[in-house]
């Protein structure tokens, strides 16, 4: 149920609440159950390390691949770039609703 509302971007709590009012911006609170979506300021920053791990997640198998396939450091590195500069808009919403499910998680309100 988790993964599944994390994967629909909704709310840490109820799993039904949208977090996103349009493709940038979220909702100040769950529309369904009222939780406040920015606990306090700079409250995203954690979702940094998640943009991180989701970033790596992406870009290490198709660098792996093209390592092996012999291409060099520079056009793999750009390669990577490339890919992570595409999927940057799917990497902000997944990893803000990541660090929100988690910090859900580890301190419930
Ligand atoms: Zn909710």
Redesign the pocket.
Known sequence: MKLLAILRLR?P??L??SIFRSFWSLHKE?P??G?SFEREPGFFTGAMYFSYGIGILIAAPVSIYLFLQGFSETSIFAIAIAQLAIVSPILFRYSRVAWMHFDQRMDPR
């Open positions: 709310c709590r109820c039904k609440g769950c369904e159950c939780l």
